[in-house]
């Protein structure tokens, strides 16, 4: 499988523009996946200030996910370019539960639409609903966490192999996907919490009480869902191999300073949260903290793939790889890219330019 293979430009382009749509791909997620398991548990409980940021983040949730799919969709094309042999393998590895992806995205974002249509005639059934579309979005976050950790595990034969009658098996033993998820789950339930805190904050001039209550549950939501990210964190580095971990504890200096300061952000994300959860001016700490946030995200995704390559040494050498540059394929990308954005953006201002109006 080490044979190269004909990349369309160069890895490290490849990579670069990966770990930029990826970043953006993986904000908008956290805060659609996040956002609607915490409107959710708003609806759920039921109070005066739980069903107005409920209906706030239940309108814009729908955009939220429409620019998460225009995101995803540039890093899933660049991992095949990457990783061909070994996306489309894992993909038939998992044969026929790997069709819940695109299923349950167009039936989440359906729902999402359709929730905010009708928010007024759904009354009760809005929390059940919301809790569908986390479960939907959630069973995509499990398929991409399990189709990467085969992918990266393909080279273990006691994990994934041909049986003698010539089918494919996946040992049920082999649990790598779970701390993955899990690290990921909490990671957008403190997203969305940061969310909501952040909008408070912005709240407090027009509506101080509920800007203070706001930015209190949000920063309370942020902090114990990155406490269990942490906590996740830890086991998913535990669960890998002992001679890829050793790249992120010393034997990479850039790999090791990043995993640092990952860890490092972390922890100062979630004092932050702290202190601007009992501060009576939490602007500037719980911005700091919505920064270190954005930091960690965008550092997970090039450590994800620093670990990722040093998982598959031996099997798949990047590094190994031919490529030739293909200018109309990247020229079309560029275009394809600075459309949707145009359409992004002229959703946002036409988005922002109705609700003034009304």
């Known amino acids: 499988m080490n044979a190269p293979y004909l990349i369309p430009a160069p890895p490290v382009l490849i990579s670069v523009l990966s770990y930029i749509t990826l970043s953006a791909h993986l904000i908008l997620m956290n805060l659609t996946l996040g956002g609607s398991l915490l409107v959710s548990i708003y609806l759920f409980k039921r109070k005066e200030k739980h069903l107005a940021i409920a209906e706030a983040m239940a309108r814009r949730l729908p955009f939220m996910m429409a620019f998460a799919v225009v995101f995803g969709a540039a890093p899933m094309i660049f991992v095949q370019a990457l990783y061909p042999s070994l996306f489309f393998r894992s993909a038939v590895f998992m044969s026929g539960w790997f069709l819940i992806i695109p299923a349950a995205v167009f039936a989440s974002f359906s729902l999402l639409f359709f929730l905010s249509a009708r928010w007024d005639a759904l009354e009760r059934w809005r929390a059940y609903l919301y809790l569908c579309v986390s479960a939907m979005l959630g069973s995509v976050l499990f398929s991409f966490c399990r189709l990467f950790a085969v992918m990266e595990n393909l080279g273990e034969k006691k994990l994934v192999g041909y049986d003698i009658g010539g089918s494919y098996f996946i040992d049920p033993a082999f649990l790598d996907m779970i701390p993955r998820f899990l690290h990921s789950f909490f990671a957008s339930v403190a997203v969305a919490g940061l969310w909501v805190a952040i909008w408070g904050i912005m709240k407090l001039n027009r509506e101080p009480e509920q800007g203070r209550w706001q930015y209190r549950s949000g920063a309370t939501w942020f902090s114990s869902a990155t406490i269990m990210a942490i906590g996740t964190g830890v086991w998913r580095l535990a669960d890998i191999p002992g001679d890829s971990m050793m790249t992120v504890l010393g034997r990479d200096l850039f790999s090791t300073s990043l995993f640092a300061a990952l860890l490092l952000s972390s922890v100062c994300a979630l004092t932050f949260a702290l202190l601007g959860m009992n501060s009576i001016k939490p602007s500037f700490f719980l911005k700091i903290a919505a920064v270190l946030t954005i930091f960690e995200i965008a550092g997970m995704v090039v450590l994800r793939d620093i670990l990722r390559q040093a998982e598959l040494s031996g099997l798949y050498d990047l590094g ?24 992004c953006v002229d959703l946002v201002k036409k988005t922002r330019s109705g609700r003034k109006n009304s």
Not at 320 to 343: G, Y
């Open 320 to 343: 190994a790889q031919r490529a030739h540059f293909q200018w109309a394929a990247f020229l079309i990308f560029v275009l394809c890219c600075t459309v949707s954005l145009f359409f």
